[in-house]
Antibody, heavy 117, light 107 residues
Framework: EVQLVESGGGLVKPGGSLRLSCAAS????????MNWVRQTPGKGPEWVSY????????YYTDSVKGRFTISRDNVKDSLFLQMNSLRAEDTAVYYC??????????WGKGTTVTVSS | DIQMTQSPSSLSASVGDRVTITCRTS??????LGWYQQKPGKAPKRLIY???SLQSGVPSRFSGSGSGTEFTLTISSLQPEDFATYYC?????????FGQGTKVEAK
């Protein structure tokens, strides 16, 4: 069974940091491009970042450039999102998501990040 | 960035109705578009990819069409489990964008 399980969310003060992790199973992670998508309650999803299968290509939405870093470990089938200088507007559920163009496109259940003093 | 215009933002329908939702993009995206269904407290679930390919396991009452800049999701006969919010997503290029969403409610 294809599965993505996020962890690492929590409550953090503005300016703080968090590192999200995503454990993949049930598919060949090492050949899959991956994404992080976030969603604020009551709003639509927002794409955050993309990393290609070999980490050769990395992209971010403008609002997180310079603050967030996506990475992966193809030996441990894991995806990461290092989030620094967090702001209130980064509060959201963060989803680990497979390649949008593939025939499977798995999503995790999400991990909640709350940025508040 | 490619802008998405999804309509309507909400609609009221009855079981058995035919439902159509539209997404327009600010520039051509070939067929790099997916449709997602989301229920409260759950992650989005993809229904359609490549504008018209049905995701494995999704009922055949869901269909997608279009290419270029105009796309449509059709539910041929609305079922009780289909009341949800639907989003389009374009994934052409390096900055995927979601539509604003369409909430399908019971009339």
């Amino acid at each position: 069974e294809v599965q993505l399980v996020e962890s690492g969310g929590g409550l953090v003060k503005p300016g703080g940091s968090l590192r999200l992790s995503c454990a993949a199973s049930g598919f060949t992670f090492s050949t899959s491009n991956m994404n992080w998508v976030r969603q604020t309650p009551g709003k639509g999803p927002e794409w955050v970042s993309y990393i290609s299968s070999t980490s050769s290509y990395i992209y971010y939405t403008d609002s997180v450039k310079g603050r967030f870093t996506i990475s992966r470990d193809n030996v441990k089938d894991s995806l990461f999102l290092q989030m620094n200088s967090l702001r209130a507007e980064d509060t959201a559920v963060y989803y680990c998501v497979g390649d949008f163009g593939s025939s499977t496109n798995p999503w995790g259940k999400g991990t909640t990040v709350t940025v508040s003093s | 960035d490619i802008q998405m215009t999804q309509s309507p933002s909400s609609l009221s329908a009855s079981v058995g109705d035919r439902v159509t939702i539209t997404c327009r993009t600010s520039q051509g995206i070939r067929n790099d578009l997916g449709w997602y269904q989301q229920k409260p407290g759950k992650a989005p679930k993809r229904l359609i990819y490549g504008a018209s390919s049905l995701q494995s396991g999704v009922p055949s009452r869901f269909s997608g069409s279009g290419s270029g800049t105009e796309f449509t999701l059709t539910i041929s006969s609305l079922q009780p489990e289909d009341f949800a919010t639907y989003y389009c997503l374009q994934y052409n290029g390096y900055s995927p964008t979601f539509g604003q969403g369409t909430k399908v409610e019971a009339k």
